[in-house]
């Protein structure tokens, strides 16, 4: 079992930045796993964000945030970050990662985290 947990949200200005943490706990290898954040603004559908595969070269990213965001990981401490910067409000929303057994992160997700919410203000 993978419990993952998402730190680093809050409320930010335009233009800013901020740093998501995705750490993981329990029996796990977490440099087996693949990893993509999701946000969720309210009322609308979740929508990916990037992931980043067990090869740390191996990244994606949502049309909307490449070039202001980046995925990289750390798996000596099992954790992926996500540096968001050039932050807009259209980034607000609640940010969770997903872990899957796999080479890319592609669905189904094996673990999901609760999430963090982000603010981004005019």
């Known amino acids: 079992q993978v419990q993952l947990v998402e730190s680093g949200g809050g409320l930010v200005q335009a233009g800013g930045s901020l740093r998501l943490s995705c750490a993981a706990s329990?029996?796990?290898?977490?440099?087996?796993?693949?990893v993509s954040w999701f946000r969720q603004a309210p009322g609308k559908e979740r929508e990916f964000v990037a992931s980043i595969g067990r090869s740390a070269g191996n990244t994606g990213y949502a049309t909307s945030v490449k070039g202001r965001f980046t995925i990289s990981r750390d798996n000596a401490k099992n954790t992926v970050f996500l540096q968001m910067d050039s932050l807009k409000p259209e980034d607000t929303g609640v940010y969770s990662c997903?872990?899957?057994?796999?080479?890319?992160?592609?669905?189904?997700?094996?673990?999901w985290g609760q999430g963090t919410q982000v603010t981004v203000s005019l």
């Open positions: 997903a872990a899957t057994y796999r080479d890319y992160a592609t669905p189904p997700y094996d673990y």
């Open positions: 329990g029996r796990t290898s977490f440099s087996l796993y693949a």
